[in-house]
């Protein structure tokens, strides 16, 4: 079975600062990361794939995509998918599902999408659900742990958090699973798989979206960006001293103001 | 990735290791797995083949995390093993390279001796050809990774009559072989992870296959091995000083004093000035040297710069970011205090900074066609 892996990256939280009293995000460094659900999706596909079945991730947009698909191929995917268009950076979930779809075509047909259930980019968290409503696929999101494909047939087992244990959720091919953060430990590439990546130039393959055969209006967000607004600055808390009853005292003025 | 593994697995881990001087063999062997024990060496060997740059980026990394790790790996890599890849013969290096790569077997590099240190042809241990195999007497001093080693390079005397230049020979020994005995671990300053200890040959006997290179030039050999460990040895200090300036600009931000930030104070931003341009200088030579030992360049005076420079920008580094963290630098609760005394004996092993004086200044006048005898 082809597992497909959605790989959304965006910028590092660590690189940027934003600062209410100015009302701008300052980006102090050019540095990106895959959203880390999305790597856990990774692991539980490439679980799959030491069972024997084929794991190809996808990414969307400038060079740092290419970086987080050379990256998956060290750790193990058999294939990558650059769908290179650095004006993709600030895609939203409407023409990332349209580019994920052609993909799917692409590499012709997929039984599974995998792909983090939260995104840093909240508007990204969409695209499981969106993605498989427009494939008419069936769609597993809540807490999704771990994939099992049964040995015979079609049929998927998705384990899934439930209170403090778990439960299995079973469902057919194909099908779109978001898998949890932390739900599993995302494997450490060898490092001889990362030199053979990085010296191999055919490792990532690249398309563009005229090659997916996207028209500019399938491309066209869903959201329009009117402005921005800041949340006010924080105000500091007020430090309460003193014994314990005179603290308790103190706290419940402040909550009673 | 490997930041990633060395922030996530190493780091933790780093503080426990430096109490309790041991190692977490799990994590040893879990390295090992994912190939940093043969990162420069050939694929055909069992390596990840990136070269010295590769084995430079490694290096760094680990010392950034766990200076104690990266001193097993420094030492394991970059002087034992690096020694079998670079003048073993073929059918040493399928014996021994794959297990090394893979972690299985560790190495340990015996030059020093009570007294030979910085005059490496002072060697005395003896090896004396008898039928089919040398016999070695004698002793090793401060050698890393001497408790827990597989395997040995030794460099052992083999024609008194030459000296140490012509007749010294190179040796693998493996660590079972009867009349071989690692001491104690060394109590020392830092590096508590790393363990160092004497090796003992009591009629080690080592059977001529065992000869690392040619019977004479085992001399040669080594201080080919020490040329190209001092880059290495450069990346690793280049982490611990990088390491040492992320926590000044994390805590100068954090710390008030006088009602503001301590970063807004021009005594602390000269500090942080001077390390982040010592710190681009060492990076840019010591890469640049990587990149010189790759493509097949001379790199020796590079190399002994590398080292020099490092270890002093580090021990700099670290000294001044423990004066940014005042007396929460000297607490042994935070990294600072390990990270200064885990970088002091980088000026000292794999050739004091006296002897790269020495090795730069000889390279330069013979550069100009003036030889400087040793």
């Known amino acids: 079975m082809n597992i497909l892996v959605l790989l959304r990256v965006g910028r590092d939280p660590a690189s940027f600062t934003v600062n209410r009293k100015a009302e701008r995000i300052f980006v102090h460094r050019d540095e990106w990361r895959t959203a880390p659900a999305d790597l856990n999706a990774l692991e539980a596909a490439l679980v799959l794939g030491d069972a024997g079945h084929m794991v190809m991730a996808v990414a969307i947009g400038g060079a740092e995509a290419a970086v987080a698909l050379r990256a998956a191929r060290a750790m193990g995917a058999a294939r990558a998918v650059w769908v290179q268009d650095d004006a993709l950076r600030d895609i939203d979930a409407g023409p990332m599902v349209a580019v994920v779809q052609r993909v799917i075509e692409h590499i012709g047909g997929a039984g599974l999408v995998l792909m983090g259930a939260e995104v840093p980019h909240a508007d990204l968290a969409q695209v499981a659900a969106r993605l498989a409503a427009a494939q008419g696929w069936a769609f597993v999101e809540e807490d999704a742990h771990a994939v099992q494909v049964e040995p015979a047939g079609t049929a998927l087992t998705v384990t899934v958090a439930a209170g403090q244990g778990f439960h299995s959720v079973q469902t057919n091919e194909p099908a779109v699973v978001a898998v949890v953060e932390d739900a599993n430990k995302p494997r450490y590439a060898p490092a001889a798989n990362i030199v053979r990546v990085y010296n191999d130039p055919g490792a990532v393959e690249r398309v563009s979206t005229t090659d997916l055969g996207l028209a500019e209006e399938a491309l066209a967000r869903l959201v329009t960006r009117r402005g921005e607004r800041y949340p006010p600055e924080r105000v500091f808390g007020q430090v309460v001293d003193g014994s314990t009853e005179e603290v308790a005292r103190q706290l419940l003025r402040a909550l009673r103001a | ?374």
Not at chain 2, 23 to 49: C, S, T
Not at chain 2, 204 to 227: H, I, Q, S, Y
Request: with cysteine; net charge neutral; hydrophobic share 45%.
């Open chain 2, 1 to 374: 990735m490997l930041r990633e593994f060395c922030e996530q697995e190493l780091k933790p881990r780093a503080k426990e290791v430096d109490r309790t001087g041991r190692q977490v063999p799990a994590l040893l062997r879990w390295m090992g797995e994912l190939g940093f024990f043969g990162i420069p060496f050939d694929q055909k060997y069992g390596g990840a083949g990136a070269g010295e740059v590769g084995y430079c980026i490694l290096m760094q990394e680990l010392n950034r995390a766990c200076p104690s790790t990266a001193t097993i790996i420094g030492a394991h890599i970059g002087i034992a093993a690096m020694s079998l890849y670079l003048d073993g013969s073929e059918a040493l290096k399928q014996k021994y390279l794959p297990d090394l790569c893979a972690g299985r077997t560790i190495g340990a590099f015996g030059l020093t001796e009570p007294n030979a240190g910085s005059d490496a042809a002072g060697i005395q241990l003896r090896a004396t050809l008898e039928a089919d195999a040398y016999c070695l007497n004698g002793q090793k001093l401060w050698i890393t990774n001497g408790p827990i080693a597989d395997v040995v390079m030794v460099l052992a005397v083999t024609d008194p009559s030459l000296g140490a230049r012509g007749g010294a020979t190179c040796f693998v020994v493996e660590a079972n072989t009867p009349g071989f005995a690692a001491g104690q671990p060394e109590r020392k300053m830092g590096l508590h992870g790393s363990p160092t200890s004497l090796l003992n040959f009591d009629a080690v006997r080592v059977p001529k296959a065992n000869v690392l290179g040619e019977v004479g030039l085992g001399f040669v050999t080594f201080m080919k091995t020490l040329d190209i460990g001092r880059v290495s040895l450069g990346a690793a200090t280049l982490g611990g000083a990088e390491e040492a300036l992320e926590a000044s600009l994390r805590w100068v931000k954090a710390r008030s004093q006088f009602g503001r930030a301590i970063a807004h104070m021009q005594s602390v931003q000269f500090m942080l000035a001077d390390m982040a341009t010592e710190i681009e200088a060492l990076r840019a030579l010591v890469y640049r040297t990587a990149w010189l030992v790759d493509n097949g360049q001379p790199f020796v005076k590079e190399a002994g710069m590398c080292k020099l420079l490092g270890s002093e920008t580090a021990s700099r580094c670290i000294d001044r970011a423990l004066q940014i963290h005042g007396a929460l630098g000297i607490s042994r609760e935070f990294a600072l205090e390990r990270g200064w005394r885990d970088a002091r004996i980088a000026e000292i092993f794999e050739g004091t900074n006296e002897i790269q004086r020495i090795v730069i200044a000889g390279e330069l006048l013979h550069e100009r066609g003036v030889r400087i005898r040793p």
